[in-house]
């Protein structure tokens, strides 16, 4: 939101980060829904793999919506992927459990 609306000196350093941000979520989509699956997890891969269309679909359907209406209505369409995503994280069910740990401890 910050990147979208806020004043310039901050929007300048947001979608710089924002983009960071979102190219390190695939990485971790992927670990864990592999981590929610106990058969099957090549079946599984494959589907994933097949996710990197939405990377090619997303800058398509921003540009397209930016030449209809404005740039800043077109990010709106990220929202809602980001808001999937934290759907998907909320929902998912690891089969192994991640934890803190403090130094020293085994």
Same mark, same amino acid.
């Given at each position: 939101?910050?990147?979208?609306?806020?004043?310039?000196?901050?929007?300048?350093v947001? *979608? #710089?980060?924002l983009?960071?941000? =979102?190219?390190?979520?695939? +990485?971790?989509?992927?670990?864990?829904?592999l981590?929610?699956?106990?058969?099957?997890?090549g079946?599984?891969?494959g589907?994933?793999?097949s996710g990197i269309?939405?990377?090619?679909l *997303? #800058?398509?359907l921003?540009g397209? =919506?930016?030449?209809?209406? +404005?740039?800043r209505?077109?990010y709106?369409i990220?929202?809602?992927?980001?808001?999937?995503i934290?759907?998907?994280?909320i929902?998912s069910?690891?089969?192994?459990?991640?934890?803190?740990?403090v130094?020293?401890?085994?």
């Amino acid at each position: 939101m910050l990147a979208l609306y806020g004043p310039t000196p901050v929007a300048a350093v947001a *979608f #710089p980060l924002l983009g960071f941000c =979102i190219s390190a979520m695939y +990485s971790i989509i992927f670990s864990t829904a592999l981590n929610t699956v106990l058969d099957h997890p090549g079946a599984l891969s494959g589907i994933l793999c097949s996710g990197i269309f939405g990377g090619a679909l *997303f #800058p398509f359907l921003v540009g397209f =919506i930016a030449d209809l209406t +404005s740039l800043r209505a077109a990010y709106m369409i990220v929202f809602f992927a980001l808001g999937y995503i934290a759907y998907v994280a909320i929902q998912s069910k690891p089969l192994i459990g991640n934890r803190l740990s403090v130094m020293g401890d085994p």
